[in-house]
């Protein structure tokens, strides 16, 4: 099942990579876009999330926040923020609950791995509706970050 542009934001509560719970709800009466991403520390998962942070005073200025999910361990998800510099949350799913609600999780990814998220981008209005939404079955894709941009706009 995929959620669609309309429907009401599945609600969530993830552990940061700074070790803080982060709500979705924390965000209500901001936009919030979703970055969903497989791993850390990979090259098209650098690039995705690099490509926000390098356009991250776009969506500040516009009221938006950032956060980024996959299903590695905080600690994994605070290194790699670390040294790509991101300014943003990254949040993990390690019990794959928000993945699979967003529908953005493959049963079977590579090498025998299972339960990992899909790269996909949600953009989530001020009253915590999807106005955006875009899941990618081909890991090696990106999402279309002109249209993320202009839905938050």
Do not use: W
Not at 60 to 65: K, M, Q, S, V, Y
Not at 86 to 93: G, M
């Amino acid at each position: 099942m995929s959620l669609q542009a309309g429907q009401a934001a599945p609600q969530f509560t993830l552990v940061s990579s700074s070790l803080q719970s982060v709500s979705l709800a924390d965000f209500k009466g901001r936009k919030v876009v979703l970055h969903f991403f497989p791993f850390a520390f990979t090259g098209v998962c650098t690039t995705q999330l690099c490509t926000m942070r390098d356009s991250f005073g776009y969506y500040d200025g516009l009221n938006a926040t950032i956060l980024g999910i996959s299903v590695d361990s905080p600690f994994t998800l605070a290194k790699f923020k670390e040294e790509n510099n991101y300014q943003f949350d990254l949040l993990s799913d390690f019990n794959k609950e928000v993945s699979t609600a967003y529908g953005a999780i493959y049963a079977d990814f590579v090498m025998g791995l299972k339960g990992v998220s899909k790269r996909a981008a949600f953009v989530i209005d001020e009253e915590q509706n999807i106005i955006y939404a875009e899941v990618l079955e081909v890991a090696t894709d990106l999402p279309n970050f002109e249209a993320i941009a202009a839905a938050v706009k």
